[in-house]
């Protein structure tokens, strides 16, 4: 192709998706969108780094979890430089950190700082059949996403480097990994929403050595967080908690870790997240025994609690016929299919209530009552006090009282 229909080509690929090209004749930028962001310099030196490894395409992942990849327009002499692309988005806590690692000049910051937090983000994988797609519209070749690069026999080299020093290490000094079936255990106290078997869990010092998985205390602490919350989250699932549910959960207290600045609070959070997990599964232990279609309808009422929910269309969601699934529930439930929902509204309320600043009316709303005195009527026939009451004494919902 020529240069104009590269250049046309690029700038709707700019359009489409907002990940920055950049086209390189040897060290020469050819031509670049968007243009005059000041990162030109960045780029080239990215561009050195990925030419080295002199495949026709290859990647690499910053300090600052950026990915950059180069493809080799093969026909014409050309490079083409996609990136960065941000495994996750660019907010004002890591923006200092991206800024430094890019050495971006003082004057510039600013309006690199706009330029960057507009960028896409994903995970790695999305950016490698990006590039994929981009070499066969090119050079009409085929590649797959194993095919990338040309580092992983020296990353297997190194992985079993480590692997063998680790391993001679751990045997001299006898640090032995012996956790295993004190987390299986934890897993099925969580799977089993056995809430005292975990209380009496989490005052028992865990054995073993847990090994080495950070680069320094934090990332220690928050790497084992996180491997505890993805095991926590599993075993959750399979004990009957909502998958949505579970991996929303698992997603906050990661995110909540990564914010911490120090290994006590992290723990502190490491403690708490198990009887989290076991209590929410414990809820669910009761209609464990239910029917799928009661199940189903159990966590749709669940996730569409700030809607109007009707007889007939959870029916219509289990695919039974109204009647026959309103028996069925209560059967099953011990409460009928409307009570159930008003309680289900009412614990929302309680937990907005209770860690929100939402007006009484903006609950009232959210949950579809009719009316603000509706929904307080309501409130107090449940809970025995009014909303109002209920905030003001700081009050923790009675099925969250452990947390």
């Given amino acids: 192709m020529q240069i104009n229909e590269y250049i046309v080509f690029l700038n709707n690929l700019f359009d489409v998706n907002n990940i920055p090209l950049c086209l390189f004749r040897d060290d020469e930028v050819v031509f670049q969108i968007p243009s005059a962001i000041g990162l030109t310099e960045h780029f080239r030196s990215s561009y050195h780094s990925l030419k080295e490894q002199g495949t026709p395409v290859s990647y690499l992942s910053t300090t600052f979890e950026?990915?950059?990849?180069?493809?080799?327009l093969e026909e014409d002499n050309l490079w083409l430089f996609i990136g960065p692309y941000f495994l996750m988005p660019v907010t004002k806590e890591i923006l200092p950190t991206v800024i430094q690692e890019m050495h971006i000049p003082p004057n510039d910051e600013e309006r690199i700082k706009i330029y960057l937090t507009g960028l896409p983000n994903g995970p790695l994988h999305r950016f490698l059949s990006y590039l994929c797609c981009l070499h066969f519209a090119c050079n009409h070749k085929s590649i797959t996403i194993d095919e990338i690069g040309c580092n992983s026999s020296k990353t297997e080299s190194n992985i079993n480097i480590e692997y063998t020093h680790t391993a001679y290490e751990s045997r001299e000094?006898?640090?032995?990994?012996?956790?295993?079936?004190?987390?299986?255990?934890?897993?099925?106290?969580i799977a089993s929403g056995n809430t005292e078997?975990?209380?009496?869990?989490?005052?028992?010092?865990?054995?073993?050595?847990?090994?080495?998985?950070?680069?320094?205390?934090?990332?220690?602490?928050?790497?084992?967080?996180?491997?505890?919350?993805?095991?926590?989250?599993?075993?959750?699932?399979?004990?009957?908690?909502?998958?949505?549910?579970a991996y929303n959960l698992s997603d906050i207290y990661i995110r909540t870790s990564e914010s911490y600045g120090n290994v006590t609070d992290v723990e502190r959070l490491l403690k708490q997240m198990p009887m989290d997990f076991t209590e929410r599964v414990e809820r669910e232990v009761k209609y464990k025994n239910a029917s799928q279609p009661v199940i189903s309808a159990i966590h749709y009422i669940k996730e569409h609690v700030n809607q109007p929910l009707q007889a007939d269309t959870i029916a219509s969601y289990v695919n039974l016929s109204t009647s026959y699934f309103l028996k069925r529930f209560k059967a099953e439930t011990g409460v009928g299919l409307s009570e159930f929902i008003t309680k289900t509204k009412i614990e929302e309320a309680c937990i907005l209530l209770s860690y929100t600043d939402k007006s009484l009316t903006e609950i009232s709303n959210y949950l579809y009552f009719s009316s603000q005195s509706y929904f307080q009527n309501v409130f107090k026939k449940v809970t025995g006090v009014t909303p109002g009451q209920y905030r003001n004494q700081k009050k923790t919902p009675v099925f969250m009282s452990n947390h």
Wanted: a neutral charge; hydrophobic letters at 40%; proline letters at 3%.
């Fill in 197 to 245: 078997g975990m209380k009496k869990n989490l005052i028992t010092p865990m054995p073993g050595h847990q090994g080495t998985i950070g680069k320094d205390g934090l990332r220690q602490a928050k790497n084992i967080f996180i491997a505890a919350c993805t095991m926590y989250t599993r075993a959750a699932i399979a004990g009957g908690m909502d998958i949505e549910e």
């Fill in 66 to 72: 950026a990915y950059y990849g180069l493809i080799q």
């Fill in 173 to 189: 000094n006898e640090a032995i990994h012996n956790t295993y079936l004190f987390e299986m255990q934890k897993m099925d106290l």
